[in-house]
C-alpha cells in the first residue's frame, strides 16, 4: 500500500468522527438559544365545530398545529400550538392555561401571553371567523 492513501481504519475514524460532529451540532443547535420566538409555520386554515371547545378552556388540535380556546361563551381565540420556549408542541388545556409539558410553561388562552414557565414570548394568534356554528381558523 501506497503512503500517500489512508489506511481503511483512519478512513473508518475520520468519517465517524466527521458524522458524530454533525450529529453533535445538529443536536446543540436545538437546544440553543433563549427561545427567541417560535420558528412554527402558520397552519393551513381549517374549520372546527364551536361546540369542540369548552367554555372556559380549550383545545389543542396537533394535526393542525393550533390550539383553539373560549375564554367566555361564545368568545374564541386560536393561536399556533408550538412553545415559544424551545418550540415543542403544547399538550393540553388547562386550569392555568394552554401548556407545553416539555418545561412547564402556560399561556393565557385570551391573549396567548406566558403566565407561568420558562416563555417570554406570547403564542402566535391565529384569526378566528365565527358561521353559525362553526370556526374558520387561520
Known amino acids: 500500500m501506497s503512503d500517500t492513501q489512508p489506511t481503511r481504519r483512519a ?3 475520520t468519517v465517524a468522527a466527521a458524522g458524530g460532529g454533525a450529529t453533535l451540532t445538529a443536536f446543540l443547535a436545538a437546544c440553543s438559544g433563549d427561545g427567541g420566538g417560535t420558528t412554527a ?3 393551513t386554515p381549517f374549520e372546527l365545530a364551536a361546540a369542540q371547545v369548552p367554555v372556559g378552556g380549550g383545545v389543542v388540535l396537533a394535526e ?6 373560549q375564554p367566555s361563551d361564545g368568545e374564541f381565540h386560536a393561536f399556533i400550538a408550538i ?3 424551545k418550540q415543542c408542541p403544547l399538550s393540553s388545556v388547562e386550569q392555568r392555561g394552554a401548556y407545553c ?3 412547564s410553561s402556560y399561556f393565557d388562552i385570551t391573549t396567548g401571553s406566558p ?3 420558562p416563555a417570554q414570548i406570547a403564542l402566535p394568534e391565529l384569526p378566528v371567523k365565527v358561521s353559525g ?3 374558520h381558523i387561520g
Not at 393542525?64 to 380556546?69: D, F, M, S
Open 11 to 13: 478512513f473508518v475514524r
Open 41 to 43: 409555520e402558520t397552519p
Open 64 to 69: 393542525h398545529r393550533a390550539v383553539v380556546t
Open 83 to 85: 412553545c415559544t420556549h
Open 101 to 103: 409539558a416539555c418545561h
Open 115 to 117: 403566565v407561568a414557565g
Open 133 to 135: 356554528d362553526t370556526l
